[in-house]
Nanobody, 115 residues
Framework: QVQLVESGGGLVQAGGSLRLSCAASGMIFSMNTEAWYRQTPGKQRELVAIISSDGTTNYPDSVKGRFTISRDNAKNTVYLQMNSLKPEDTAVYYC?????????WGQGTQVTVSS
C-alpha cells in the first residue's frame, strides 16, 4: 500500500522560509515522478512543483524562483523548499504521486504566511 506522509508545515512571517518533506513508502520511489500541490478553501488544488525520476523539475510562474523541489531516493523522500514566502502562499500543501495507474495523496500540511 502506497503511503505519503507530509511534514514541515507551520506559521511563518512573510519573507520567511519553510521546508516541507514527504516520506513515501510502498512503491519504487526512485522511478516515480513526485509533485507538490496546494489548496485553499473554495479553490481547486494547484500544482506548485514537480520532479521526475531523472531530476527534471518544473514550476508554475507563481512560485518559480522561490520554491525548489528535490528528492532523496535513498530516503524515499521529496522536499519542497519555500523561500520568500508571501501571504498568498497560505494553503494546505499536498504531496502527490502516481504509481501503477493510481494516484496517491498525502494527508496535507498547513502552511500559513502572515503579513
Amino acid at each position: 500500500q502506497v503511503q505519503l506522509v507530509e511534514s514541515g508545515g507551520g506559521l511563518v512571517q512573510a519573507g520567511g522560509s519553510l521546508r516541507l518533506s514527504c516520506a513515501a513508502s510502498g512503491m519504487i520511489f526512485s522511478m516515480n515522478t513526485e509533485a507538490w500541490y496546494r489548496q485553499t478553501p473554495g479553490k481547486q488544488r494547484e500544482l506548485v512543483a514537480i520532479i521526475s525520476s531523472d531530476g527534471t523539475t518544473n514550476y508554475p510562474d507563481s512560485v518559480k524562483g522561490r520554491f525548489t523541489i528535490s528528492r532523496d531516493n535513498a530516503k524515499n523522500t521529496v522536499y519542497l523548499q519555500m523561500n520568500s514566502l508571501k501571504p498568498e502562499d497560505t494553503a494546505v500543501y499536498y504531496c502527490n504521486t502516481a504509481y501503477l495507474s493510481r494516484t496517491y495523496w498525502g494527508q496535507g500540511t498547513q502552511v500559513t504566511v502572515s503579513s
